[in-house]
């Protein structure tokens, strides 16, 4: 039922679907570009069109009630930045504890325009040993799908600069604050 809502809700805002992933059970999803508040629902409609259920990492402090129970139903994991604990660490313990996880991280870390992309979705995939799906919303084309799947080699800075070479020629919903390589 959600997929077929999600579904209909992309077509209804005249988005479709681009090329579509392997299913893994557990995975980081790099988000790009990341230039809009409406990335999220976008993204959130893409995903769950596709049968799919991501989750994406919030403030801790964001957790109370009621918004908790929003947040935790749309998928947020919250996020303690007081632990001694990297929020890799703990974003490794969450793949380690679950079945089944798929983690959505924006690279980018800000809607504005940044010329380095933050290494985060890299280690924790790494950490973790699992891929890192790369998903995109194109706005000139308005489609969302992925560019492929990612295995980390190791090599970080080589690694992200392959990674944002497949985000070439995407258009971002504010392109102005998307650096491309």
Known sequence: MKKAISKALLRLAGWKL??????VPKCVICVAPHTSNWDFMV???FYTSI???ASFLIKKEWFFFPFNLLFDWLGGVPVDRSKRTSVTDQM???FNRRKEFQLAVTPEGTRKRVNDWKKGFYYIA???NVPILMAYFDYKKKEA???GVFYPTGDADKDIRDIREHYRGVTACHPENFVQI
């Open 18 to 23: 681009g090329p579509v992933v392997e299913d």
């Open 43 to 45: 993204g959130k409609l």
């Open 51 to 53: 049968g799919r259920n």
């Open 92 to 94: 490794v313990g969450q």
């Open 126 to 128: 790494q950490k973790a």
């Open 145 to 147: 799908g992925f560019k």
